[in-house]
């Protein structure tokens, strides 16, 4: 089997264009032009069963707005994971706080309350958990430690987009959590978006201020001001607002996207019973209380030359396969550059970054999985 023309992801519905259209010749662009942005924040919010929603351009900054908002910074420690996208630790550096590396559970790849009660000091003040993959992390024995030690928790939810435990939404368990829209993730608003959830109101008030160049919300909303100028900076922020055209795009796929959750799952299901049947190939098992989201399916492997040989084989027929997300984000040049590598061993990390395979997932691989024939992707050059 060869994919002539592999499938892709995102692709932008009739209604997802006309949406976007819709906004340009209305000629307001601008979040605080338009109604698109606030729809939005209110929307997604409800969807996860959480009080406030604010959306921003992307998921790193999403991030950094989430760090500040919790009081984060110089001098301060953040627990992080090695396994991720660096965006999740490089955040923690932009607030002027510290990243430390926990390990990972063997088989989701998650921090765990076990690994972050080794690295916890008393300069530790923030926990940022990712749920990799789709894979929702340990949510309720992590904020129980997080509380005995009033530690603030970041959920990063930017591959996790409607994944559960016990029936409740990622990103509604920490003190706040930053969702991702980027171009491949789940839900995709244009090639870049972000959005950050919190039940806090002062947490919200602080993003809501520092997303708008320091704007106090109290003061720009709900004050009665006499006529002239309104001083209504407050504080130093930045501007993190979304267009309105990724906003539109956002409302359409949130329709959708419980349709694509369900379809993910299925997909990851069938690739995973057809990769079994290869030896050395084993299914990592979700429990039976997780739903996970699926932005990719990961498989682990007995050992590198299997995983070698898979990756070259997979790719050769068109389906991109990877080493799933980078397993030891500290031997990036820049955290060794300013000494921010872990100071215990990650065996954990190290070992899944030897041992697994991640495959995609996203609705239109059905046909391509249902022809999928696993002793085609051997590489036997």
């Given at each position: 089997m060869s994919l002539s023309t592999p499938p892709s992801w995102p692709i932008y519905a009739e209604d997802e264009r006309e949406a976007v259209e819709r906004v340009l010749c209305s000629g307001k662009s601008n979040y605080w032009t338009g109604e698109e942005g606030k729809s939005f924040e209110q929307e997604f919010a409800q969807w996860c069963g959480i009080s406030h929603g604010l959306c921003v351009f992307n998921g790193t900054v999403a991030l950094e707005l989430a760090l500040r908002a919790c009081g984060i910074g110089t001098g301060d420690e953040v627990i992080v994971t090695p396994r991720?996208?660096?965006?999740?630790?490089?955040?923690?550096?932009?607030?002027?706080?510290?990243?430390?590396?926990?390990?990972?559970?063997?088989?989701?790849?998650?921090?765990?309350?076990e690994t972050i009660s080794c690295v916890i000091t008393e300069h530790t003040r923030g926990i940022v958990v990712v749920h990799i993959g789709g894979w929702p992390a340990e949510m309720p024995s992590i904020m129980k430690l997080a509380s005995k030690y009033e530690i603030k928790v970041i959920e990063d939810c930017a591959q996790a987009h409607g994944a559960e435990i016990d029936g409740q939404r990622v990103g509604t368990f920490g003190h706040v959590s930053a969702f991702s829209f980027c171009q491949d993730k789940i839900i995709s608003t244009g090639g870049e978006g972000g959005m950050i959830l919190t039940n806090d109101q002062s947490v919200y008030d602080r993003v809501?201020?520092?997303?708008?160049?320091?704007?106090d919300r109290e003061s720009t909303l709900l004050t009665d001001h006499p006529p002239g100028f309104r001083w209504l900076q407050h504080q130093f922020g930045t501007n993190a607002r979304m267009t309105e055209m990724q906003a539109a795009i956002g409302r359409c796929?949130?329709?959708?996207?419980?349709?694509?959750?369900?379809?993910?799952?299925?997909?990851?299901?069938?690739?995973?019973?057809?990769?079994?049947?290869?030896?050395?190939?084993?299914?990592?098992r979700v429990p039976s209380n997780l739903k996970h989201s699926y932005y990719r399916v990961e498989v682990a492997v007995s050992d590198e030359k299997l995983r070698d040989s898979l990756l070259l084989g997979l790719?050769?027929?068109?389906?991109?396969?990877?080493?799933?997300?980078?397993?030891?984000?500290?031997?990036?040049?820049?955290?060794?550059?300013?000494?921010?590598?872990?100071?215990?061993?990650?065996?954990?990390?190290?070992?899944?970054?030897?041992?697994?395979?991640?495959?995609?997932?996203?609705?239109?691989?059905?046909?391509?999985?249902?022809?999928?024939?696993?002793?085609?992707?051997?590489?036997?050059?």
């Open positions: 991720s996208f660096l965006a999740s630790a490089a955040a923690v550096v932009a607030v002027g706080a510290t990243p430390v590396f926990a390990d990972v559970d063997s088989t989701s790849g998650n921090i765990t309350a809501w201020s520092f997303r708008d160049h320091g704007r796929q949130l329709l959708k996207v419980g349709d694509w959750v369900e379809q993910r799952n299925k997909n990851a299901r069938a690739f995973s019973e057809k990769m079994q049947s290869i030896d050395g190939v084993e299914i990592l790719n050769r027929i068109g389906i991109a396969a990877t080493i799933g997300p980078c397993p030891e984000i500290y031997k990036e040049p820049a955290f060794q550059r300013f000494g921010l590598s872990p100071q215990i061993p990650l065996p954990m990390a190290e070992q899944l970054g030897r041992r697994t395979i991640s495959l995609p997932t996203f609705p239109g691989m059905e046909s391509i999985i249902d022809a999928f024939l696993p002793c085609n992707c051997l590489d036997n050059p």
